[in-house]
C-alpha cells in the first residue's frame, strides 16, 4: 500500500505561480512513476506530468514550458511547479504513483486560477 498526501493548491491570479506537492508513504520501494493529474468540472481526468523512478518526465501539451515535475527521494517527495498560470488550468490536481500492478490516488487539492 502507499499513501499519498497532497498540499500546495490555493486560487492564483492569472500569470502567477504555485508548487504541489504530494508526499509518498508505505510501501514507496515498489513505486516505478508518480505524476499529477487534474480534473475540470465536467472533464474527464486527464495526465498533467508524471516521472520515472529513472527521472524520465513526460508533459500533456497543454503544460509543456510552463509546469515543471521534480522528485526529492530523501522526501519521499514530487512536486509540480506551475507558472504561467491561466484560468483554463483551474482544476482538482491530483497526484498519482503507479507501482505497475496498482494506481494510487491522493485525495486532490483545489487549484483556482482567477483574477
Known amino acids: 500500500q502507499v499513501q499519498l498526501v497532497e498540499s500546495g493548491g490555493g486560487l492564483v491570479q492569472p500569470g502567477g505561480s504555485l508548487r504541489l506537492s504530494c508526499a509518498a508513504s508505505?510501501?514507496?520501494?515498489?513505486?516505478?512513476?508518480m505524476g499529477w493529474y487534474r480534473q475540470a468540472p465536467g472533464k474527464q481526468r486527464e495526465l498533467v506530468a508524471v516521472?520515472?523512478?529513472?527521472?524520465?518526465?513526460n508533459y500533456a501539451d497543454s503544460v509543456k514550458g510552463r509546469f515543471t515535475i521534480s522528485r526529492e527521494n530523501a522526501k519521499n517527495t514530487v512536486y509540480l511547479q506551475m507558472n504561467s498560470l491561466k484560468p483554463e488550468d483551474t482544476a482538482v490536481y491530483y497526484c498519482?504513483?503507479?507501482?505497475?500492478?496498482?494506481?494510487?490516488w491522493g485525495q486532490g487539492t483545489q487549484v483556482t486560477v482567477s483574477s
Open positions: 498519482n504513483a503507479d507501482d505497475r500492478q496498482i494506481a494510487y
Open positions: 508505505g510501501s514507496i520501494f515498489s513505486i516505478y512513476a
Open positions: 516521472i520515472t523512478s529513472g527521472g524520465s518526465t
